[in-house]
């Protein structure tokens, strides 16, 4: 039986252990085509692990590393994700966009299903330089291309009845802010996995602020365009995000 005196102390703990950040595992030693356990990879001939980073190969739509192992839930709370991205292509074509893909969700509900088939909003920069949550742009001007050493930053946090206000930090590596910006998203469009994504198609316009309707198609995979990144050091935390690591 566990005294009295310590249940409060064991309740501190596991609030603070929901806090720590999870960081999955990208192999820093080896370059090969499977992503690690932690991973799903879309297309995955299309990929690589390089030296702790994942490449992607060749251009084309919605090209993304989905994480398995923690997702976004439906609790009132806020979350945070965090990664490293660097152009790798020479140029980029198309009408394209880099960064987040979240609240992916398939019509089963389950998770190989979701990573394989699911769908999701996108908060990241366009092709052009352009910062972005959903169908907000960011005010100021583009960012310089190539895209290299930027860190996105993506928060949610509630506010009213059933609203969040997300923000999308641009940053260098040296934790600099170079650019943002924020939206009113309804929670519906939350819960579900994370994606880090390279597309040369654009992403969809989605109003977030709207409750997320039923049928949300995600990006085709189609080859096309010239847009080729590496993702790196990405981090999740917040009391929102649920850790899975049974299905690693």
Not at 207 to 219: E, I, N, T, W
């Amino acid at each position: 039986m566990i005294p009295r005196l310590i249940l409060p102390l064991l309740a501190l703990i596991c609030v603070a252990s929901a806090e720590d950040k999870f960081v999955p595992d990208i192999v820093a030693n080896v370059t090969r085509p499977w992503p690690g356990k932690d991973f799903w990879a879309n297309p995955a001939e299309d990929w690589i692990v390089s030296k702790g980073r994942f490449e992607n190969t060749f251009s084309g739509g919605n090209r993304n590393i989905v994480l398995l192992t923690a997702e976004v839930t439906a609790e009132k709370a806020s979350f945070n994700a965090r990664l490293l991205l660097d152009q790798i292509s020479f140029e980029l074509f198309g009408e394209g966009f880099v960064g987040f893909q979240a609240g992916l969700r398939g019509t089963s509900g389950d998770y190989r299903e979701t990573a394989v088939l699911g769908s999701e909003f996108a908060a990241g920069i366009d092709f052009t330089g352009r910062p972005f949550i959903g169908n907000v742009k960011g005010d100021g001007p583009p960012l310089p291309l190539p895209l290299r050493g930027i860190v996105l930053e993506l928060k949610g946090e509630p506010v009213d009845g059933e609203n969040y206000k997300l923000t999308l930090l641009v940053q260098d590596a040296t934790g600099k802010i170079l650019r943002n910006v924020t939206a009113s998203a309804h929670q519906s469009w939350l819960p579900g996995l994370i994606s880090m994504t390279a597309s040369s198609q654009a992403a969809p316009p989605t109003d977030l602020a709207a409750p997320r309707p039923l049928g949300f198609v995600p990006l085709s995979q189609k080859r096309e365009g010239e847009g080729r990144f590496g993702f790196s050091e990405l981090e999740l935390s917040g009391t929102k995000i649920k850790l899975h690591p049974e299905r690693a």
